[in-house]
């Protein structure tokens, strides 16, 4: 009897794991996890499966997916102080000083430029409007905070531990903790992500952090910026020159090279010509050699020419200089080597496969990554899938390919797939590309400059023709390219987007009726509306 008591306990000790697999995936958790939770005597050798450093965009959908699957998370976030002392809450760069308030503000430009149209369409708008900029700023931060309090509430519903500390590594699982005031905790964790995220370079030249702000201040600065000299072509120093000039301010935008490094350049080149004629001038081929203060309210910024044959020694003055000059991960301080995590001694970037790096428990999502796009989205994406192989045993990976982009400058510029340049370069003679200007419907009553409205396919020469870039320059460019992305996920083919019938008149519509190619030589100027 008590072999047979034996032997049936035995099954349904075998059986066991089974019946509950089967319960906890229903529910989307995981026997692996349930497992490692309660191995042996039901204890865990680490406080958590799961301790995510950095509370930024990537770093929070990880905890929270992971969390959901039953995971024990918790989340370090701190975020140092810039040069001239500005904070902000949880959330990372994309909420507090990155995608929603430059968004907002690009918002305030657009509101601007579409009072000043109004009057052409028969509102009775005064003759001179403005934009408080105090008003203004608290608005943008009044919505920042409400989205950290949202984001801290989530977390404690979530049942995730948020510690407002500094995360380090003593070894792969062991974690330093320093708080603000300058106190020291260890947690230990089965599993460690990296989504640090990063943070602006300064020029290496006298006056410039003490002096200068980058895309870290702007968004809560305390005073109107006025005239203003932006260091740096990206998206971000354009994006930024195009919300100040919008807004009333005076801007001058340096050229280190050329704008908008890594785009299609001519797209970029139409962005850009269209700024100067709303109002925003191009240093060319310059950077700055020395900042300093002459006076109240005035920086006096010293430039050279990066052209053997341009002069150096020219000098300018300004109200603000705000340096967007690219950015640097915030590995610094991570204290990576005590992990064994190999990283790009000259980026700080990590190296990572499927998110994983070198370490068997170790990963990384979001900015920090070598070699993948920087953008809230990727790291959203990166993030959940990867919870999901952690603690569901899912296989799907993130797909970097065809991630779409939008620059908010004020002629917008949205663009998914192979820059012209890159396409001829994978592709050699096999490429075609299609183009047209546009003229959106609502641009004629204002009699509005159209002339940097333009659209361009990219796609193979040889059949099926696949499509392997799109790119858009006008109103809502985000939104139009949006779709058309998931378009390009599918393997849409240059057919299958000349018989798709547009909405009318949409400026999306415009790629549906394109049809010259620059092989032809035909104009592709502003066909009529309903050709």
């Known amino acids: 009897m008590n072999v047979i008591r034996s032997s049936t306990r035995a099954s349904a000790v075998c059986l066991f794991p089974k019946i509950l697999t089967s319960s906890l995936s229903r529910v989307g958790l995981s026997w692996n996890l349930v497992c490692a939770k309660h191995s042996g005597l039901g204890i865990s050798q680490y406080e958590y499966d799961l301790v995510v450093i950095g509370g930024g965009s990537g770093g929070l959908a990880c905890a929270k997916e992971s969390a959901q699957l039953g995971a024990k998370v918790a989340v370090l976030d701190f975020v140092s102080p810039t040069p001239i002392g500005t904070v902000w809450g949880i959330g ?90 300058g106190k020291e905790k260890t947690i230990t964790a089965e599993k460690v992500l990296i989504a640090v995220g990063g943070r602006p370079n300064y020029p290496q030249i006298p006056g410039a952090m003490e002096y200068g702000i980058t895309s870290d201040d702007i968004f809560s600065l305390k005073y109107p910026p006025e005239k203003t000299l932006v260091v740096g072509g990206g998206y971000v120093g354009l994006e930024c020159a195009g919300f100040l000039n919008g807004l009333g301010f005076d801007v001058t935008v340096m050229l280190r090279s050329v704008a908008l490094r890594g785009f299609d350049q001519q797209m970029a080149s139409l962005v850009r010509e269209d700024m100067e004629k709303r109002g925003v001038r191009f240093i060319h081929e310059c950077i700055p050699t020395n900042v300093q203060r ?51 001694p000259t980026t700080g970037k990590i190296k990572v496969s499927d998110e994983k790096t070198n370490v068997e428990n170790i990963y990384a999502v979001g900015d920090v990554l070598e070699g993948q796009p920087e953008l809230t989205p990727v790291a959203i994406q990166a993030g959940k899938l990867l919870a999901r192989r952690l603690f569901t045993g899912s296989s799907k990976r993130m797909d970097y390919v065809n991630v779409a982009t939008t620059v908010f400058t004020p002629m917008e510029y949205g663009c998914v797939g192979l820059s012209e340049e890159l396409a001829n370069k994978q592709f050699p003679d096999n490429i075609e590309v299609y183009h047209a200007f546009y003229k959106p419907t609502e641009f004629a009553i204002p009699q509005k400059d159209a002339s940097a409205c333009y659209i361009k396919v990219v796609c193979l020469l040889k059949e099926p023709h696949t499509i392997v870039g799109m790119h858009f320059i006008g109103p809502q460019a985000g939104e139009v390219i949006q779709g058309f992305a998931a378009a390009m996920k599918v393997g849409i083919t240059m057919e299958q987007l000349q018989d798709t019938v547009g909405i009318h008149p949409t400026s999306a519509e415009e790629y549906t009726r394109i049809f010259i190619t620059k092989r032809s030589g035909l104009d592709p100027s502003v066909q009529s509306c309903c050709s």
């Not at 430029?113 to 409007?129: I, N």
């Not at 404690?156 to 380090?168: H, M, P, V």
């Not at 640097?328 to 790009?344: D, H, M, R, W």
């Open 92 to 181: 990372g760069t994309c909420v507090n000083v990155g995608c929603i308030p430059k968004k907002l503000m690009h918002q305030a430009s657009l509101l601007g430029e579409a009072v000043k149209e109004a009057r052409s369409y028969g509102w009775q708008v005064p003759e001179k409007v403005r934009c408080d900029w105090s008003s203004l700023r608290e608005a943008v931060q009044d919505h920042v905070k409400s989205v950290n309090w949202v984001t801290r509430v989530q977390l404690r519903e979530k049942k995730i531990t948020y510690l407002n500390a500094r995360g380090y590594f003593k070894d792969p699982h062991v974690i330093g903790c320093m708080s603000r005031d």
């Open 294 to 344: 002459i006076g109240k309210g005035k920086l006096e910024v010293a430039f050279k020419s990066t052209n053997s044959k341009g002069k150096d020694g020219s000098k300018a003055v300004y109200k603000t200089v705000l340096f967007a000059m690219g950015r640097k991960p915030a590995t610094e301080k991570l204290q990576l080597e005590k992990a064994g995590v190999e990283y790009n």
